[in-house]
């Protein structure tokens, strides 16, 4: 039986009309699309498996659609969206809908299908698939359209009226979403081989025209309202960019009227310039504002909001899993309603809550308590809705009550607060907390207790991850086995694990990390303030999704987390084993973080908890502690304006962990990222020891930094070949790189590793991979 939340006893399933003068208004920006148990991932995978057909697919799709239609009008949402499901990525249907299908996929025109669709996506046979990056500042990834000067865009896939038609039969007038062209063309890039001089920007005016015909259509449908997302409107835009908005927006206004067009901006305020030319748009009906994020948004309003518009106030955290607190944002409403009117205040949600989890309904295992402080992407709508009713004097008290409790409960919880946590965190705030001596100094003094060769050989972490070392895993977990076999089985593997490294001849050797299923719910799990779900998942990239921990306390580490493995691993061996630790910017950057505190106070507190580790690994005679930092990168904020303090307050969080280390203690960090040129010197304010980084899927644009003279000294290992292809480098190939590096390195300082882990390959891909690897820095010593 499923749990049932006191928030499906106190609102009614189907909300009863208005009585009041002033109809509610309440908006939903977008909706996840994978469905309550990841019905779209399974059956897109059994799809693209060849083991299900077009019809069955396409089944599950529709099923889907109806069943979040439906509960949004049965909650009672005036604005629900439609065109916001996607069968891989919303961006991607817009390169459809433009007809913008790169020449390699060999489309001739015509309605797009599966077929090229999925090829962009995911490659075929004979071509590969298109890149994919970073939505913004989250975790979902969308598919980047490739464009050049001969692009013919013409409107080539219909989904978007097909949608809002499938919805209309089901008796549902829905908002179709478009992501807008400015945004299009702003997060595309320049297609390979295409001239320098080529601007993206110039082929907004040919896309306007495509656009054009989709709004014509959807008028001719029926539809009323469409929504329009411009989310790189809360970018620091150019002044060029802000104008060829505005001319994009003056071209579409004859198609808009006679329909209500919203334009939907979201994850930080608008740029006050941005703001002005946003909402002197006549032909629009309505702004939407991130009023979670954008934490300038009340003062934007406030100095003023054109009398005619809709204001689409974003209220609830579409990123984030806690529950709306009610009062507060009833408040925030009616100071909106004071600065636009009455009517024209519709309640919505800050984004889409494609970045959030779906349904709490199905978290059957969290603690009660910890369940009461959270709203999923379904209760969410629940919460959007009562807010709407609470502003036109319809306010359901019960809903209210049981909210106001909630909180209640969670503000004074003994299990958010650690009264010596929050003390130890206090105490860190005036002084400097970074090693004593000079990088310089620590490598000399390491290198006379390391005794390493030059050019020192080593990997990222994990060794393949069998399916006898998951199952292993799963039956300890489901406690089929006693943890003495677990213990056994995990103790027998990284043995293997140390003998294949000592037979390659590596130098520095890691354990493998057979033990964890992943880098930042491993840590969660063994630190206090951290709370897991079972049904949590939010999309990261087409059919994969991502299950991230929650933080809803004070972080503590209750006992030592890796110091066992470390060392057993260390007693097998006298070459040195690297501890590997997951650094706090990163586990704070892969989790839902609590919004009752600044994310700076959870990072160090979780920083505090990885520097106790780190001296019981050093106690326990490990001499080489890597700290990865993976995601450091990608948490970097939108704007620059806030950047700078991100990177302070991360920069120091990394420096935490390792300030209270001997300086033969050699410390590593690893990064999953080669785009950090525009951030390198936080990362050598970082301070580790050696740092290795992806680099072999960047073109080497990770050392044009050094070539333009960046000081760099200490050691660093740019990924040597390509962990997330099967592909084996030979020995030549590695050296080659090797030689590349050595022409911008100082070769006292370059280590030679692969990009990342190698957790996803195969024992036959690893071990040659490796040996190559180890054959071409000897090769490469030799000659030094
Ligand atoms: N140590 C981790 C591993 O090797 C690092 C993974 C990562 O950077 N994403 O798996
Ligand atoms: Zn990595």
């Keep these: 039986r499923l749990h049932k939340l006191p928030i499906r006893f106190t609102t009614p399933r189907f909300s009863l009309p208005s009585f009041s003068i002033r109809a509610m208004t309440s908006h939903i920006v977008g909706y996840p699309r994978m469905g309550p148990k990841r ?12 083991k299900s057909s077009t019809v069955d697919l396409k089944q599950v799709a529709a099923d889907l659609r109806a069943s979040i239609w439906k509960q949004m009008a049965e909650v009672g949402i005036k604005f629900i969206p439609s065109n916001t499901f996607s069968y891989y990525d919303h961006v991607l249907d817009t390169t ?3 007809g913008a299908v790169p020449p390699r996929y060999g489309w001739n025109g015509g309605e797009i299908g599966f077929d090229v669709y999925f090829s962009m996506a995911r490659g075929n046979a004979s071509v590969p698939a298109m890149e994919m990056t970073k939505w913004f500042d989250t975790n979902y990834h969308y598919i980047v359209p490739e464009l050049g000067p001969d692009v013919k865009f013409s409107y080539a896939s219909h989904k978007a009226v097909e949608e809002y038609k499938e919805a209309k039969a089901l008796g549902i007038d829905t908002v179709p979403v478009l992501l807008g062209p400015l945004s299009y063309i702003l ?5 390979k081989g295409v001239d320098k001089s080529f601007s993206l920007l110039s082929l907004t005016e040919k896309i ?3 656009y054009k015909e989709v709004v014509a259509e959807l008028k001719a449908a029926g539809a009323t309202w469409i929504q329009i997302d411009e989310p790189i409107l809360v970018m620091d835009l150019e002044a060029l960019q802000l104008q060829t908005f505005t001319n994009a927006y003056s071209e579409l206004a004859s198609s808009f009227s006679g329909l209500n067009v919203l334009i939907e901006t979201y994850f930080a305020d608008v740029p006050v310039q941005t703001y002005k030319a946003l909402t002197s748009l006549k032909s629009v009906a309505g702004f939407g504002f991130d009023l979670v994020r954008g934490t300038r ?11 005619d518009k809709y204001l689409f106030a974003g209220v609830v955290d579409g990123r984030n899993v806690w529950a709306d607190d009610l009062a507060a944002s009833l408040c925030i409403l009616e100071v909106l309603e004071s600065i636009v009117g009455k009517e024209k205040v519709v309640v919505s949600t800050s984004c889409s809550l494609l970045h ?3 349904d709490l309904v199905n978290e059957t295992k969290l603690d009660k308590e910890i369940k009461s402080w959270l709203a999923f992407a379904a209760q969410k709508v629940v919460e959007v809705n009562a807010l709407a009713k609470a502003l036109v004097g319809k306010k359901d008290q019960a809903f209210f009550a049981s909210n106001a409790t909630s909180h209640a409960s969670r503000r004074s919880s003994p299990r958010v607060r650690n009264a010596s946590v929050r003390k130890a965190v206090a105490a860190l705030k005036d002084s400097d907390h970074r090693r004593a001596t000079s990088v310089t100094a620590r490598l000399a003094a390491q290198q006379k207790k390391l005794n390493l060769p030059i050019l020192p050989t080593t990997t990222i972490g994990s060794f393949p991850q069998t399916g006898e070392v998951r199952k292993v895993r799963r039956e300890y977990k489901s406690k089929k086995i006693s943890e003495f ?9 990284i043995s293997k694990v140390v003998k294949l490294q000592e037979e390659l001849g590596i130098d520095v050797l890691v354990h493998g990390e057979p033990e964890r299923n992943d880098m930042v719910e491993y840590f969660g799990e063994q630190l206090s303030g951290f709370a897991f779900t079972v049904n949590g998942w939010v999309q990261s990239y087409g059919s994969r999704c991502v299950k991230p921990p929650i933080i809803y306390g004070d972080v503590s580490r209750p006992r030592a987390m890796t110091v066992f493995w470390s060392s057993t691993a260390q007693s097998m061996t006298r070459r040195p084993m690297k501890g590997m630790l997951t650094g706090p910017v990163t586990i704070l950057n892969w989790s839902f973080v609590r919004n009752d505190q600044d994310r700076h106070e959870t990072c160090y507190q979780i920083a505090l908890a990885i520097k106790d580790e780190v001296e019981d690994l050093e106690r326990a005679g490990i001499s080489v502690i890597q700290i990865d930092e993976a995601a450091l990168r990608e948490g970097l904020p939108l704007r620059k304006s806030e950047q700078t303090f991100y990177l302070e307050w991360a920069v120091q969080s990394f420096q935490i962990t390792n300030c209270g280390v001997k300086d033969t203690t050699q410390i590593h960090t690893h990064m999953c990222y080669s785009n950090f040129n525009d951030i390198i010197n936080s990362i050598i304010n970082m301070g580790a020891d050696v740092i290795t980084i992806e680099n072999s899927r960047s073109d080497e644009k990770l050392l044009s930094v050094f070539q333009d003279g ?8 740019p990924g040597v070949y390509d962990i997330h292809s099967p592909r084996i480098p030979s020995t030549e190939e590695v050296a080659d790189r090797i030689n590349k590096m050595l022409a911008v390195l100082d070769s006292k300082f370059l280590w030679v590793n692969p990009d990342c882990g190698l957790k996803t390959r195969k024992y036959s891909e690893v071990e040659p991979a490796l040996r190559n690897m180890v054959a071409a820095a000897k090769l490469i010593r030799t000659k030094l």
């Design 96 to 98: 459809a809908m433009l």
């Design 39 to 50: 019905e779209l991932k399974f059956a897109l995978e059994s799809f693209w498996e060849g």
């Design 485 to 493: 076999d677990y213990v056994n089985a995990m103790k027998e593997e």
């Design 297 to 307: 948004t009340l003062n934007l309003l406030k100095s003023g909001f054109p009398p």
């Design 208 to 210: 306007v025209p495509v």
């Design 187 to 191: 997060l595309s890039k320049p297609a």
């Design 710 to 717: 960046v000081k760099y000294e200490a050691g660093i290992g």
């Design 356 to 358: 959030t989890a779906v």
